[in-house]
């Protein structure tokens, strides 16, 4: 058993529309009855964390299915012909949110680039997150999240300061305001204010937000899997497409790869034991589009779901073996085993 020998607790990356892949992990540790009794989470992290802490056990993959549908469902339906493979279909998708949004999530405000010309006045951000706020209220039980046991850290970063913000559902609660800051990435969504500070998207500076969990204390040994939205590995691109896609792994996966580095450097331990780290990160497997945050599809959701059940399925096959040692160590799923890194 992993439990009663560990605490578990969980760290979601940012990731948008790749976000499916932490509710599916989710299920795969939910069906093995492991139950995390703490979550970090950036952006969409921060919003699957919230809906698995803000609800009870039996109900939290079922509440992630319903946003994940929600987020599947078409703001105005443009023509498909049955002459489209997969791949074109994920561009029009992504065309589709770029043009109207996401029903469920976020809607277009801006008609054309009249906006951006000199003199003229605009809202600093191309969508509306007002069906997201919608979307939270009805899924998510916010006193649950404040009050019940699952300890949810939702990351921002204050706009006009540039440093990274912690909000702390069982230290001052988390209401849909903070979910929406965590998730506000500059340009494409609104900023948030929350009492005399404006928040925007974690994923600016900390997309895997290892640290601020890693803060804490626990009596116990404690297991993190570590989810991650992008790959650090990767062929070089040989088409723009390719070259969108691998630029943004990249961006995203040296923050990751640093807050790492930072956590092993300083032996950061959040117990009396120590910390074992569980490295996953969706790939793709050369499936997404270059724009693939944004690309929303039905099918593609359905793939990422698979690829994180499929993955945790891997690594909770070895997870009761991995040995417990003071500090911090960190293991990786490779190959579909979980390996020490050096």
């Not at 092993?264 to 910390?275: D, F, L």
Request: aromatic residues 6%; neutral net charge.
């Amino acid at each position: 058993m992993i439990e009663g020998e560990r605490e578990i607790w969980l760290c979601l990356s940012g990731g948008n529309a790749l976000g499916a892949y932490h509710a599916g992990a989710y299920e795969s540790l939910a069906a093995a009855g492991v139950t995390p009794t703490r979550i970090a989470g950036a952006s969409i992290g921060a919003i699957v964390g919230a809906l698995i802490a803000g609800n009870a056990p039996e109900n939290r993959v079922g509440r992630l299915r319903q946003f994940w549908d929600r987020a599947a469902q078409q703001q105005t339906v443009l023509p498909l012909f049955s002459f489209l493979t997969p791949r074109m279909g994920e561009w029009l998708s992504l065309l589709q949110t770029i043009a109207y949004g996401r029903t469920g999530l976020f809607r277009r405000i801006l008609p054309n680039l009249l906006p951006l010309l000199p003199g003229t006045h605009s809202p600093p951000y191309l969508f509306d997150t007002s069906p997201l706020r919608k979307t939270l209220s009805d899924l998510i039980d916010f006193g649950r999240l404040s009050n019940g046991p699952v300890r949810l850290l939702a990351s921002a970063v204050d706009m006009e300061t540039g440093e990274d913000v912690t909000f702390d559902s069982h230290a001052g609660g988390i209401e849909v305001d903070h979910l929406l800051a965590s998730a506000a990435f500059p340009i494409a969504f609104p900023p948030v204010r929350i009492g005399e500070r404006i928040y925007v998207d974690a994923g600016v500076s900390a997309n895997l937000p290892i640290e601020p969990l890693c803060e804490g204390s626990s009596p116990k040994d404690v297991l993190c899997v570590a989810l991650d939205l992008v790959t650090a590995h990767g062929k070089a691109p040989r088409s723009l497409d390719d070259a969108v896609g691998r630029a943004h792994d990249l961006i995203f996966a040296s923050q990751s790869r640093h807050a790492l580095q930072r956590v092993m450097r300083s032996k950061t331990s959040a117990s009396s034991g120590g910390i074992t780290i569980v490295y996953l990160s969706y790939d793709g497997s050369g499936q997404e589009i270059g724009g693939k945050s944004l690309e929303f599809s039905t099918h593609s959701i359905r793939r990422r779901w698979a690829a994180g059940k499929a993955d945790m399925q891997k690594a909770l096959a070895s997870l009761a073996d991995l040995p417990t040692s003071p500090g911090c160590s960190i293991h990786h799923l490779r190959g579909g085993s979980l390996q020490l890194r050096d």
